[in-house]
């Protein structure tokens, strides 16, 4: 079983998501997979409403507001996600902390916020480039997860996915071994912090540049998962391609 999720980032508003939820057709992936979309939060409505649904799918927002409510003007909480459709919660997405410049202390709060409206975190988790030359790898996706760990081992469930910075929208690919030692790390952690049982329960993502010609390799690696997958799922034949490759 792996699970396979597709970020839409800032693409496929309702029209558009409309088109892709009618031609999707996820028959063909096997059924032990589990599918996640994250729609832009205006295209939630119409990716979880029944007219457009496709059953095998499930729903995420890509962002959430830390308060419930509030003046924060722009912003959508995890309860009004919740309420149009949303069951995950992307957290800490590199775009968020490198565009945005979310931090530590915000994606605690933003975990925090997901669980108590019912939302499953995903807790995105990565290094850039001059952190991994400079050998800092597991201290910083360490640092990232260890900022959350205590919101995240309440939650009924959550996952991580590991999204090495420099491999985001570039076309460049960390090798399955690259993704194997980083989710090696995230693993010790979390077995340490939830015990042996506690953290097979949670599943660590890859992603970075996974698309169709790659997805398969990526995901026989070990402690790979599954894949969170940008560009690449925007396109209803190629995100089932990449669903339906991870057998
Ligand atoms: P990408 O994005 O597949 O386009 O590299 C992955 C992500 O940002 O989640």
Redesign the pocket.
């Given at each position: 079983m792996a699970v396979i999720a597709g970020?839409w980032?800032m693409h496929l508003g309702p029209s558009d998501a409309t088109d892709f939820m009618k031609s999707v057709d996820t028959a063909s992936v096997p059924t032990v997979h589990e599918l996640i979309v994250f729609p832009p939060a205006v295209s939630l409505h119409v990716v979880s409403s029944s007219a457009a649904r496709d059953p095998r799918l499930q729903v995420g927002v890509q962002n959430i507001h830390w308060e419930d409510s509030g003046a924060f003007t722009g912003e959508i909480s995890a309860p009004m996600a919740a309420d149009a459709g949303a069951t995950f919660a992307l957290v800490g997405?590199?775009?968020r902390r490198h565009v945005f410049g979310e931090s530590d202390g915000d994606t605690r709060l933003k975990v925090k916020a997901a669980v108590r409206a019912g939302l499953v975190p995903v807790l995105c988790v990565g290094e850039t480039l001059q952190e991994r030359q400079s050998g800092r790898l597991d201290e910083v996706i360490l640092r990232q997860l260890d900022a959350t760990l205590d919101e995240l081992r309440v939650a009924e469930r959550f996952l991580i996915a590991y999204?090495p910075v420099w491999?985001?929208?570039?076309g460049e690919t960390a090798t399955p071994a690259d993704a194997s030692d980083a989710h090696a790390v995230l693993r010790a952690r979390l077995e340490d912090a939830l015990g042996v049982a506690g953290s097979a329960t949670v599943p660590i993502l890859y992603?970075?540049?996974?698309k169709p010609g790659n997805a398969a390799e990526l995901m026989s690696a070990a402690d790979v998962d599954g894949v969170?997958?940008?560009?690449?799922s925007l396109d209803p034949a190629s995100f089932r391609e990449i669903a339906a490759a991870t057998g």
């Open positions: 970020n980032k997405h590199s775009e999204e491999a985001i929208g570039t992603g970075g540049s996974v969170l997958v940008g560009g690449a």
